[in-house]
């Protein structure tokens, strides 16, 4: 198993762009996640989703957005492109039993110019 | 609302040194309790996880951790720490529904030689 894969590994936007963030895991998870984490700062919720067909906002939703049309993908949004959208975005995904340790991509390193 | 804080932004110890890095939590009931490690540039690993029973649990890479339902602290210690546990910890708590998942600022550390 791959586990949970991100792609891009890096990204350098420049204000106002778009971007979308992919997402996948081949665990069959029910439960993924998506985190932003600035220094200092930990790991801050997104959005998530609790299976296909179903999002809904975390913490910090403003700027983004996500769907979920497969188990497996779970992609994440930018429309337009701020610099405090500056940071390093993981994707997580879990299974529907307890206890629901969380299991994380290696992250993507996006940078707003 | 719950929150996760460690007390300790950055702790420095010898190699070969003990290690305690603090955790305490704020909720209602008992929640599940996590400390994921993060290394440079790498996404999160589970180090150990409580949910039940024995308040002293095990994890990977001789690393343990002790609840406190008193004192709402999950402390994780190492008794003898090497150099590639240079790493950034994170703790964590799940109310228990798989979408309310907590991550304490995280602490870093550095072990010298």
């Known amino acids: 198993n791959a586990g949970v894969t991100q792609t891009p590994k890096f990204r350098i936007l420049k204000i106002g762009q778009s971007m979308t963030l992919q997402c996948t895991q081949d665990m069959n998870h029910n439960y993924m996640y998506w985190y932003r984490q600035d220094p200092g700062m930990g790991l801050k919720l997104i959005y998530y989703s609790v299976g296909a067909g179903i999002t809904d906002k975390g913490e910090v939703p403003n700027g983004y957005n996500v769907s979920r049309s497969t188990t497996e993908d779970f992609p994440l949004r930018l429309e337009l492109a701020a610099p405090s959208q500056t940071s390093v975005y993981f994707c997580?995904?879990?299974?529907?039993?307890?206890?629901?340790?969380?299991?994380f991509g290696p992250g993507t390193r996006l940078t707003v110019t | 609302a719950q929150s996760v804080t460690q007390p300790d932004i950055h702790i420095t110890v010898s190699e070969g040194a003990s290690l305690e890095l603090r955790c305490n939590y704020s909720?209602?009931?008992?929640?599940?309790l996590f400390w994921y490690v993060q290394s440079p540039g790498q996404g999160l690993q589970l180090l150990l996880k409580?949910?039940?029973?024995?308040?002293l649990v095990q994890g990977i890479k001789g690393f343990e951790a002790e609840f406190k339902r008193s004192q709402s602290s999950f402390n994780l210690r190492k008794p003898s720490v090497h150099w590639s546990d240079a790493a950034e910890y994170f703790c964590?708590?799940?109310?228990?529904?798989?979408?309310?998942?907590?991550f304490g600022t995280g602490t870093s550390l550095t072990v010298i030689p």
């Open positions: 997580a995904s879990t299974s529907r039993w307890v206890p629901y340790e969380q299991y």
């Open positions: 909720y209602g009931a008992t929640p599940y």
């Open positions: 409580y949910f039940s029973g024995d308040t």
């Open positions: 964590a708590v799940d109310a228990g529904t798989g979408n309310q998942f907590y």
